[in-house]
């Protein structure tokens, strides 16, 4: 098993050097992922010394927070199992050990490592702080129904396809009680182990403060609120059923395929069967959640021109892929989940096979981003000309440039700006089902709007020949 550490830093010229060195001596195979939160104290003077003892060095460019670092960082995680490890020297990696053991064993999915629940030594400080702990794991037992004897403490393991459902949205020390408000409501089997605790002082550097213990209790009232909710796979399973847009949302982009199609972020496969419905053409479908990867494999395994494969857009591509690289990459309202998605459209230019083709469906219109947007967890939405830019900036030469689903963007309006609908129901695919007639109408018309935009790019050896085109599809 992999365990995937990331280290947030900030300000830790002193230290960074030594917990590296101390992580690296846990015999446990594992990736070191450090995540800069704009260090001000010369600890960015260092890094060009220890990077081959890391496998990963990301910079902020502007101080955010800890947990802006720890979100980072969940999206460059290749193992099985992820931890937090502060840079201070506070928490000693050598019980990485016993925090693994029962996830090892197949009874948790999250460990906390608990500076209360354990015989082990502990410098003596701050009484107060001791006080706003015991207050705020409380706090947080009541509202989530834990018996947590340590919330906020770093030492957290968890299996890395549960972390990278979570969506952290604080930046500071509010990552603590969010995340374990989250993954109390999604049901996983949490355990805690006693750990050591060697804490310091203001004067040796710690940071979190009285403001940070009022933003938590705010946290905890904010997140544990109700049951977690997978907004996403409940509306993949809500449309799974809707073959006609599927349908006709295929139709428009299969006249650029070729004959090795990769699709990144397949889900449950609701488009497969369209991308494969040629037997010679070979399909790849791939996820970067292990639960829709089983899924995928389970559906299509009798398929014998559809392969499956795990694969996260923000990391390189494994032999699977690389072996024998796709002429055509398809991406059907993915890219706005990935906050790195510049980095998402420059790996899929390495994976095409030169001359090879990507495809993409986002969001369109950022003045339609609503509650339907942030439970599906949409970074953003975009702008034809931002869309454009991007595959630009990442190789691509543009060929083809269109908006798509008219009367889905008024429905979008009506259903989450004026509504404020938290997720697509089925009637509002009723209703979609209704107007397809009237959507192939519209669609003669190429209207300048649409719920999503869509771009089709080519790969090109001479990046500089590079160019914009917002020539419609051909019709379908």
């Known amino acids: 098993m992999k365990l995937s550490v990331i280290i947030p830093v900030y300000n830790e010229v002193h230290t960074l050097r030594t917990i590296i060195d101390r992580v690296r001596e846990v015999d446990i195979p594992k990736e070191i992922i450090l995540v800069d939160d704009y260090s001000m104290d010369g600890t960015r003077d260092i890094y060009a ?51 693994i053991e029962p996830i090892l064993a197949g009874k948790a999915d999250v460990v906390y490592g608990s500076r209360f629940l354990t015989g ?11 006080v706003g702990n015991k207050f705020l794991t409380l706090l947080s037992n009541m509202f989530t129904n834990l018996t947590l004897t340590d919330m906020e403490t770093c030492y957290k393991m968890v299996r890395a396809d549960i972390m990278k459902m979570v969506n952290i949205e604080q930046n500071r020390f509010g990552f603590e009680p969010e995340i374990t408000a989250k993954l109390a409501r999604l049901d996983v089997r949490i355990y805690e182990v006693g750990i050591s605790y060697d804490g310091r002082s203001y004067a040796e ?59 990144v972020g397949s889900g449950i496969g609701n488009n497969v069967e369209h991308l494969a419905a040629n037997p010679d053409t ?17 559906k299509f395994e009798s398929k014998p021109n559809v392969a499956v494969a ?18 055509s990459i398809v991406c059907l309202n993915v ?75 008024l429905g979008w309006f ?17 209703i979609q089902k209704f107007l397809m007639p009237l959507n192939h109408l519209l669609d003669k018309l190429n209207l300048p709007f649409g719920l999503s935009v869509v771009c089709i790019g080519e790969k090109v050896s001479d990046t500089t020949s590079t160019s914009s085109s917002t020539s419609p599809a051909p019709s379908a």
Not at 50 to 79: C, F, M, P, W, Y
Not at 120 to 130: E, T
């Open 49 to 99: 010394s220890i990077t081959h003892l890391v496998d990963k060095i990301v910079l902020h460019e502007v101080n955010q927070g800890k947990g802006a670092a720890i979100r980072t960082g969940i999206q460059h995680v290749s193992g099985d199992v992820v931890i937090i490890q502060d840079a201070d020297l506070e928490y000693d990696p050598q019980e990485y050990h016993i925090l």
């Open 120 to 130: 082990k030594a502990h410098r003596v400080l701050y009484f107060w702080h001791m």
């Open 205 to 263: 550097g710690k940071k979190i403060g009285w403001r940070d213990g009022v933003n938590a209790i705010w946290c905890i009232l904010k997140y544990s609120r109700g049951r977690y909710k997978d907004y996403g796979k409940e509306t993949l399973e809500t449309l799974k059923d809707f073959d006609a847009y599927a349908e006709w949302m295929l139709g428009k982009i299969t006249p650029f395929l070729g004959k090795r199609v990769m699709e």
């Open 282 to 298: 070979e399909v790849l479908v791939t996820d970067y959640r292990e639960d829709y990867v089983e899924t995928l494999r389970k």
């Open 310 to 327: 795990q694969y996260n857009a923000v990391l390189p591509a494994g032999p699977e892929i690389l072996e024998n690289p796709p002429d």
């Open 335 to 409: 890219l706005e989940h990935i906050p790195e998605d510049e980095l998402a459209l420059s790996n899929f230019h390495q994976i095409l096979a030169p001359g090879g083709r990507l495809v993409v469906l986002v969001p369109a219109f950022q003045a339609l981003y609503c509650p339907l947007d942030e439970n599906l967890e949409h970074c953003r939405r975009y702008s034809l000309e931002e869309l454009q830019a991007k595959f630009v900036k990442a190789g691509f030469r543009l060929k083809h440039s269109f908006f798509f689903n008219p009367i889905g963007a």
């Open 414 to 430: 009506v259903a989450g700006k004026i509504f404020r609908a938290r997720q697509i129901a089925s009637y509002h695919v009723s």
